[in-house]
């Protein structure tokens, strides 16, 4: 289970920001810039104009060392044949998501009493339950208005009751609406047949005039589950691929009962919720900001961080945003949350910072071997480290000394190169002041991502996904 890293340059180097390089009047004897350069031009890059001789500089040369992080496989965090269904955890699909499990016993191996938990990429609030359940505050943070939804339903006890009585309503009023103004977003006709998009409109109206905004949240999440199993979108994958032809003549979803069922399920999940939880105090904080920038987090006040980041950048692993289109324009969203995997970690490649990625030995290794076979990808790579280690500083930020962090990757394949994802947010980790403790390495269960992706986004071109995950733990000592 070894992994590989780097060993160190034996010169003692200065790993300033490259912007500061071409002004250094040790520019040319300097060990890093050389390599720095040599690195950047070959993933086709420079962020440096002077006029040193480029063809002059050597290329990276290091030698692999046996990891010694420590780093163990345990089958006790599989739970694969476990219930992650309790309370309201399965009131919406999400991509990837985390099993409640896993999240709920990394809190409490680490959670002291009225700890504050943070999870900085939310998804659909697995972790956030979890630390409710256990009657401890926490943040959530996202970008996607999909995954905010869910997880402030979620995580939001409401008096079941009342939610039989608003169905009835809803579906009362949906049943003799007349003269409803359907939508008319971008391509609605090749998503949704025409009788479903009466029907889809009818219900958002009904549930659009529910005053009580926790009620309305509630009808809204399973609104958002209707409408994606009633579109023209094979619902197995999570980007936006649309049924074939000949099944589509044959389809056609009754979106009342489609929305009735999914309501009764939700409603029931919702009551164990209330039953057990009404008279928590516990506060859940949904935050619509962006962990590489600042956030209305305050300084040290964070306890413990359980989070699974994104796998990759959302064009070649998991599209939360194609996934999350249809809900979302259906519920009246537009512009930028509609761009959530443009606006995701690697979206963009951040030109300006590109030193980020080249903290971590492990990535800039695999980088190099990715850039010999395909040089756009190896950017492509590049441009989601650069950007999830931008969530580093953040986080060291707002966790306290002596806190910690707990972050569960997947160590995807690009262009048959493995990326130790797991090595490289332990080395972005310790540069941001925080120690690692050990890697638990623990199995994927099937029914959480798809047996195949589609990691060039060619139709018909399919690929295996992950079977494992690696929980890389790790405590703030500065």
């Not at 720095?36 to 890059?45: E, P, S, V």
């Not at 420590?70 to 006790?76: A, E, H, I, L, Y």
């Not at 009362?172 to 609406?177: F, H, L, T």
């Not at 300084?299 to 289109?325: E, H, L, N």
Request: glycine share 4%.
């Amino acid at each position: 289970m070894s992994a590989k890293t780097y060993a160190e340059p034996k010169q003692g180097c200065c790993i300033a920001t490259l912007e500061n390089c071409s002004a250094c009047s040790e520019k040319n004897q300097c060990c890093v810039l050389k390599e720095q350069l040599a690195f950047y031009n070959r993933l086709g890059i420079s962020q440096i104009e002077d006029d040193i001789d480029t063809n002059s500089l050597t290329s990276i040369k290091h030698l692999w060392q046996d990891s010694t992080r420590s780093k163990r496989f345990d089958p006790s965090w599989n739970y694969s044949e476990d219930n992650t269904r309790a309370y309201t955890h399965p009131i919406h699909p999400y991509p990837a998501m985390m099993i409640p499990q896993v999240a709920g016993r990394l809190i409490d191996m680490f959670a002291k009493p009225k700890a504050v938990v943070l999870d900085p990429f939310c998804g659909s609030g697995s972790v956030l339950l979890e630390a409710f359940i256990r009657g401890y505050d926490s943040y959530g943070i996202d970008i996607n208005p999909l995954s905010l939804l869910i997880s402030k339903v979620k995580t939001t006890p409401i008096n079941y009751i009342q939610l039989q009585n608003r169905l009835e309503d809803i579906l009362e009023k949906a049943s003799i609406a007349k003269k409803i103004n359907n939508p008319d977003f971008f391509n609605i006709d090749y998503w949704f047949k025409s009788r479903v998009v009466s029907k889809l409109a009818s219900l958002r109206e009904a549930i659009d005039s529910i005053r009580d905004k926790k009620i309305k949240y509630f009808f809204k999440v399973v609104f958002s589950f209707t409408v994606r199993a009633s579109s023209n979108t094979r619902n197995s994958e999570f980007k936006l691929y649309r049924i074939d032809d000949d099944k589509l003549l044959n389809f056609n979803p009754d979106v009342i009962e489609i929305f009735k069922k999914r309501a009764i399920q939700n409603i029931n999940a919702m009551a164990k919720l209330w039953n057990q939880f009404k008279k928590n105090g516990t506060q859940v904080n949904i935050l619509n900001e962006d962990t590489r920038y600042r956030t209305s987090v305050k300084d040290s006040t964070v306890d413990i961080v359980v989070t699974s980041p994104p796998y990759g950048d959302s064009r070649t692993t998991v599209a939360y945003g194609q996934f999350s289109r249809l809900s979302l324009q259906w519920l009246g969203f537009n512009g930028d949350a509609l761009d959530t995997d443009n606006r995701s970690l690697g979206g963009r490649l951040d030109v300006h910072n590109l030193h980020l990625g080249y903290l971590s030995p492990n990535l800039r290794y695999a980088l190099d071997l990715i850039s010999m076979i395909d040089k756009k990808r190896a950017r492509d790579v590049m441009a989601f480290y650069v950007d999830l280690n931008k969530c580093f500083a953040e986080l060291s930020r707002v966790v306290k000394k002596g806190g910690f962090l707990c972050m569960v990757v997947g160590n995807r394949t690009v262009k048959g190169i493995k990326l130790p994802t797991d090595e490289i947010v332990a080395d972005f980790g310790e540069y941001t002041g925080f120690k690692h403790i050990e890697t638990i390495i623990r199995k994927i269960p099937n029914k959480r991502m798809p047996s195949k992706n589609s990691p060039t986004n060619k139709v018909g071109e399919l690929g295996a996904t992950m079977t494992e995950e690696y929980i890389v733990i790790m405590e703030k000592i500065k």
